[in-house]
């Protein structure tokens, strides 16, 4: 059981976002500063990680976000997807952003596009270039984590991605969609383990003042498996 006394440590594997800001201003931009804003100590792991089992590099933590790594820092495709396997063997609380949710799409059996505009000419939205700040509406799916985590309905996000979730995976349910049909966010459909996975980027600078959720979320889960006791915080949802 972890310490009540201290913040809940929360593991980051990827790179931490480079664009400084405050973004809406109540808080630093990055990983590190919303994770902070959000009520856990995060920790960002090195991309070697000397051989060691996941077992042996999580433990301490209450959960994990797994980002993508910067391109001075060739993240493993193969290295997410047993992150992902792992932490579902372990009902090990989960939030994988971009790439990430991709990877763990993958590792479970989903299939990706990986060029929108070629695969995918119908998704209007995404035939541009991705650039930075970027944002479009997604519908919610009602009655589900991540409506719980946003509110239901249409709400904005900031998606930068050329490539996209084509085939969503075994046990998991699109809860997130583009109004051009593109999945933006999905999750897994027992409650016994928070798994959550978001095309857009919850800790950039030009992220919502509803996307600190996210990852609220994920330190409530992580708090109600490692038996701490704390009640899941009421969000404050869009609209």
Known sequence: MFSTNQPLRIAVYGSEIKLKGRGVGLWATGYHGTLVAA???PV????????????????????????????????????????CLWCREHRFPLLTIDGAL?????????LNYNDLSREMPEALQHRHPPEHGLRHAINVTPNTLMSKIYGEGEIVVNSEHRQAIQRV????????VSLDNVIEAIEHTSEA???????????????????????????????????????????????
């Open 102 to 110: 991709l990877a763990m799409n993958s590792a479970f059996g989903g």
């Open 39 to 41: 009520g856990a100590e």
């Open 169 to 176: 995976c075994k046990g998991f349910v699109a809860t997130g």
């Open 44 to 83: 960002f792991l090195k991309l070697a990680c000397g051989g060691k089992s996941w077992g042996e590099i999580l433990h301490g933590f209450g959960g994990v976000v797994a980002c993508p790594f910067d391109s001075s820092t060739p993240g493993k495709m193969g290295d997410f997807e047993s992150l």
């Open 193 to 239: 383990w928070f798994c959550v996975g978001v095309q857009w980027q919850p800790a950039s600078p030009s992220a919502s003042g509803l996307d600190i959720q996210v990852f609220r979320a994920l330190i409530d889960a992580a708090n109600v498996k490692a038996g701490a006791g704390q009640p899941a915080r009421k969000m404050a949802l869009a609209g």
